[in-house]
């Protein structure tokens, strides 16, 4: 077994992916790679990167793969010592599912799982509705734009789905319920890996 365990947290808009890795994050002790986070981070900062990446966040496009890669290589090239990385809204397509392979066989390390939370898309809907009124994130204020990263997700997202299941990586929890129940299905898969049972 590898020293270093990396884990895809994989799901549409909404499907909780940010509020599992918190749980992930504490219990396995990763470093949290959240692609969405970091382009807010650069848009708060007014960097070039994150002017550029709002011109398609704004509408709930995809910002282009080159930008996101040369982003997440930035932050696994100055993340030297750690006992793995949790990618959460990312890789989004398949080519940057390609792009984190060779990057990750750089440094001699590969995904070990990609867990996918699964919520129906009306379920979706409704929790983004609901989460505007407290997230501040334009992109969840209106339905056109929530739409737009739904279909996003479908058309070019769902994808990647398939190329870790060709792996062998892929494992599908239910995320409708408790986050206190899906964590304990969440652990169920991890715990095994990371030598915790
Ligand atoms: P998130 O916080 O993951 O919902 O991401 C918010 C927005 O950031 C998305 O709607 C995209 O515009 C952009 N974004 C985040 N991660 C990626 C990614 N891996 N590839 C392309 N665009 C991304």
């Known amino acids: 077994m590898q020293k270093q365990l990396n884990i895809v947290?994989?799901?549409?808009?909404?499907?909780?992916?940010?509020?599992?890795?918190e749980g992930i994050i504490n219990r396995y002790h990763l470093t949290h790679i959240?692609?969405?986070?970091?382009?807010?981070?650069?848009?708060?900062?007014?960097?070039?990167?994150?002017?550029?990446?709002?011109k398609y966040m704004d509408h709930g496009k995809l910002v282009p793969d080159k930008i996101v890669i040369g982003m997440v290589e930035e932050k696994i090239s100055t993340t030297p010592d750690t006992n793995g990385f949790i990618f959460d809204g990312f890789p989004r397509t398949v080519h940057q599912a390609k792009a984190l392979d060779q990057l990750l066989e750089s440094i001699k390390v590969s995904i070990t799982v990609m867990i996918s939370l699964?919520?129906?898309?009306?379920?979706?809907?409704?929790?983004?509705?609901?989460?505007?009124?407290?997230?501040?994130?334009?992109d969840d204020q209106?339905?056109?734009?929530?739409?737009?990263?739904?279909?996003?997700?479908?058309?070019?997202?769902?994808?990647v789905a398939s190329y870790y299941d060709q792996q062998d990586k892929l494992v599908g929890i239910n995320g409708v319920g408790s986050i206190d129940k899906i964590?304990?299905?969440?652990?169920e898969v991890l715990d095994p890996k990371f030598e915790l049972t």
């Open 9 to 21: 947290l994989f799901g549409p808009p909404g499907a909780g992916k940010g509020t599992q890795s």
């Open 34 to 54: 959240s692609t969405g986070d970091l382009f807010r981070k650069h848009l708060g900062e007014g960097t070039a990167l994150g002017q550029e990446a709002q």
């Open 118 to 138: 699964e919520v129906p898309e009306e379920e979706l809907k409704t929790r983004l509705r609901l989460r505007a009124k407290t997230s501040g994130r334009t």
């Open 142 to 159: 209106d339905d056109g734009k929530i739409l737009t990263r739904i279909n996003e997700y479908r058309e070019k997202t769902l994808p």
């Open 183 to 187: 964590f304990d299905m969440v652990c």
